[in-house]
Each structure stands twice: as structure tokens, then as C-alpha cells.
């Protein structure tokens, strides 16, 4: 682990097609860790659209990236296109040798698993892909965030918040992590209980389900590739 008062080198991985808050979010947290430089690279230095539509530009390319203390990896439908480009799965896996940790919001969890990451390890991702973390030989763990020594894990969305501020703790201690979660008055009070396919009512779950079953098909065929690839047996 990183000495409390070493500065940091901290990156987030920006692609086409990515969901903003699994970047936005933890950006909130991450950009305001004492002593850390905080950038956001592309595979390359060119401006991309989050799955809605919103323009991001990345600080620079992945070929210009120092090596990170913190890798953060988003996901979002984009992440589809990342699972065999290795140009993108070799960066992310020299990057994880060097850091010191690792941190995936959401179906960022399975390109790590494409990046070879995930073997042996406890992994959460989105609710309706965490059944897919075993093509990568991890164990799914149905919680908001997990974390597997050096790596950090959060589920869907907006959970990468709740996983930057454990990772903001892990680095400077919780006093820091808790006056950052001040600073942002993250003290959430849902108006609805649906939040979770455990607590969401079941039409809302199963139109849920419908609208994304063509996603997930592809997402399973694409990580039955890679679990062949990986040597990964899934029955």
C-alpha cells in the first residue's frame, strides 16, 4: 500500500460509450484526494460520447499515462468494444502490475475480467452482469462494493461513489474520505425503494430485464469468448 503521505498518481480510463456517473462520480471523490494528481485518459486524445450522448474529453492519451498509483475503469454499454481490444486490455493490465490499486464501477469489472484481472478474485459488477464474472474466473459477490486486496469493486452506477470514498479511505483514512463525502452532502434518500432487483417491483424488474436482454445476450457471447481465450471452463 501506498505511504499515507506519498503523492499519488491516479487515472480513470475514458472510452465511447461509457456511462458519465461510473466516471463522474467517482471523479467527485477522487479529485479531491490530498496530494494526487487525478487525470482521465482515452484510448486516444480525442473527445468520445457517453452512452446518452454527452461529450467527454479525456487529459490525454493511454500511451502518455505515467503508471498510476490508482486505475479506475469505468463501464457503461462501451464496454462491449473494449473486451477484445487488446490494444486497450494490454494498457490496463501493465497499468494493474504497477498499481496500487485497481478500481472498476460497474461492467468496468468485466474488462478487467477480459484484461485477465479478475482470476481467483471476489467481484461485483451491474445486478444484471454479475452473473457473468465467473467466464473470467472470479466469484460474484452480490454486494455494493467488494474488495479483493488490491482491488476495489463497485456494482452498478451510482455505487462507484460508495466505492471511490472506501478507496479515498484505503489511501488518507477515513477522516479525509468522510470530509470529502461532506464536502459533496452524499447522504442519499431515494424517493423510491427500487434501487435493487432484491427491493424493485417485479414488473419494474422484469421490463428492466426486457429492455436490456439483447445487451446482455451479446455480453455473455463476448465473455464466453474471452473465457476461452483466458482458459476459464464455465459450464
Same mark, same amino acid.
Given at each position: 500500500m501506498t505511504p499515507a503521505d506519498a503523492h499519488l498518481q491516479?487515472?480513470?480510463l475514458l472510452f465511447e460509450g461509457?456511462?458519465?456517473?461510473?466516471l463522474t462520480g467517482p471523479y467527485e471523490v477522487l479529485a479531491r484526494i490530498p496530494d494526487a494528481t487525478y487525470r482521465v485518459?482515452?484510448?486516444t486524445a480525442d473527445q468520445v460520447r457517453d452512452v446518452r450522448g454527452l461529450r467527454i474529453a479525456p487529459d490525454a492519451a493511454i500511451a502518455d499515462a505515467p503508471q498510476l498509483d490508482v486505475l479506475h475503469i469505468p463501464g457503461g454499454l462501451g464496454q462491449e468494444a473494449l473486451m477484445e481490444d487488446e490494444a &486497450? %486490455?494490454?494498457w490496463i493490465r501493465r497499468q494493474a502490475a504497477g498499481a496500487k490499486i485497481v478500481f472498476s464501477v460497474?461492467?468496468?469489472a468485466l474488462v478487467c475480467g477480459a484484461a485477465g484481472l479478475l482470476k481467483g478474485r471476489r467481484a461485483t459488477t451491474h445486478w444484471n452482469s454479475i452473473h457473468l464474472l465467473p467466464f473470467f474466473g472470479a466469484t460474484p459477490v452480490d454486494e455494493r462494493v467488494v474488495v479483493d486486496d488490491g482491488f476495489v469493486f463497485a456494482a452498478g452506477v451510482t455505487a462507484g461513489i460508495d466505492g471511490a470514498l472506501r478507496l479515498a479511505a484505503m489511501l488518507r483514512g477515513e477522516d479525509v474520505a468522510q470530509a470529502i463525502q461532506l464536502y459533496m452532502a452524499y447522504a442519499p434518500e431515494p424517493p423510491f425503494d427500487s434501487g435493487d432487483p432484491k427491493t424493485a417491483p417485479a414488473a &419494474? %424488474?422484469?421490463e428492466a430485464r426486457r429492455a436490456v436482454a439483447d445487451v446482455t445476450a451479446r455480453r455473455e457471447a463476448t465473455a464466453r469468448r474471452v473465457a476461452a481465450r483466458l482458459g476459464v471452463a464455465v459450464g
Open positions: 491516479i487515472g480513470s461509457l456511462d458519465q456517473i461510473d485518459y482515452g484510448r &486497450v %486490455l494490454g460497474c461492467t468496468g &419494474v %424488474l422484469a
